[in-house]
């Protein structure tokens, strides 16, 4: 089953805020930065709109932003305002019992994944989370007359609100599934292009059986704690991807299978991992009464900077990465000083873990800067910080370095992998090689 796509991007979030890694962009996460818009012609709006994406480094082509220019967007969410509808958040078009269960996209996510995904006039493009059919839209918009879209979405709800707007927006040509989409859309397969618009935690076959050799998927997958963007290239017997981008999204539901495992280790502090890794919480209950040790790294960033790489990195070399999830209440008490209280990369080995702390300020030649570094606690605290700030260090050899991820099918014998740290996953084996 789906939910609706809702994301934000790291590079999106303003100078100070640092690293806010929020999965959703609900009302108290909201960014909107057109306040000070004195027109409210929706032509004006969306212009706005567009340069607050570009300025945001996220519009990668004309093309694509022509498509942002020829789709009216507050069309597609006729219960928000005018300046809801191109301010730079989420909306929410259909309510879920703890989180939005469908959504209409940060323009920045939106502008950022169709970079990833390159969508080519002919192209035939699957979209997998229908939301409003905003996206749809612009998938039509370049894919011209000589392409075609097809989007899934399960809730019947999403996809009669998607075919009403694409139809009175001028985009009926897109076709429109009500099934679960995990499936794909077989009926129309193969497809050139693959975009997901929700959050899976593992690619059902499906989406590797019905894309075309070449073709490109880009998914926002979860493991070892992070969502990320992920644009992968359909190889014969597997996908591989050397680009990705952290995002936030609705986790998907259905019969795509989660794996992600989380479990309070002391009061008010979690960690969330995955079920190919050997992490046992109960080990972890008095690793914050024990030895103690914070290592610098002497890498810093100036204020809304990224720095999500560090967290990828570790995942293609610590088999232990996971995520550490501290309330205020854990942290005001001084039990740990993470560097966001519930979005932090951590290790975990044994009875010990270190984690991401919390930047500290210094003065770079009259600039100020964060120092990055890590805190380990436990009997292995010193070694396990050592080896998180080894992996700061990588990160600043080559801020836009990232590793080699590639995913093959779940049955993929060890000795055929290529070299790295694998991720077990019910239907492929990822494996993530620096």
Known sequence: MLEGDAGIALTDLPAGTGWDLCLLTTPHTERNRMTNATSTRPEDLREQMINHI?????????????????????????????????????????????????CISVPTVVAMMLGQLDPQPGD???????????????????????????????????????RHTLTDTGYDRVRIVTGDGALGAPDH?????????????????????????GGTLVVPLHWRGQARSVAFTRHDTHLRATNSQLCGFIPMIGIVPTGEQTDTIVENVALYWDTDQNIDPAALHEVFTGPETTVWSGTSVVAGEPFDHIWLWLTATEPGTCRLDAEDEAVEAGLCRPAFAYR??????????????????????????YELGATGHGPAAAQLAERLVEQIR????????????????????????????????HHVRMVATP
Request: aromatic residues 6%; negative net charge; charged residues 25%.
């Open 54 to 102: 570009r300025t945001a480094g996220h519009l990668p082509s004309e093309r694509i932003e022509q498509a942002f220019r020829a789709v009216p967007r507050h069309r597609f969410v006729p219960a928000a305002s005018i300046e809801e509808a191109y301010a730079n958040k989420a909306i929410t078009i259909k309510p879920g019992k703890d989180r939005p269960a469908s």
């Open 124 to 162: 035939h493009v699957l979209e997998i989370g229908a939301g409003t059919g905003y996206n749809a839209a612009l998938l039509a918009e370049l894919v011209g007359p000589t392409g075609n879209v097809t989007t899934v979405d399960i809730h019947p709800d999403v996809t009669d609100h998607a």
């Open 189 to 213: 397969a193969p497809y050139n292009k693959i975009i997901v618009t929700v959050g899976p935690w593992d690619l059902p076959p499906a989406w590797f059986d019905q894309l075309a050799p």
């Open 344 to 369: 932090t990369p951590a290790i975990v080995e044994g009875d010990s873990l270190a984690y991401l702390a919390k930047p500290r300020p210094i003065d770079h030649d009259g600039e100020r800067r």
């Open 394 to 425: 990588r990160f600043d050899r080559d801020r836009t370095a990232q590793p080699v991820i590639t995913a093959y099918p779940a049955a993929t014998a060890d000795e055929t992998l290529p070299t790295g740290v694998v991720i077990d996953k």
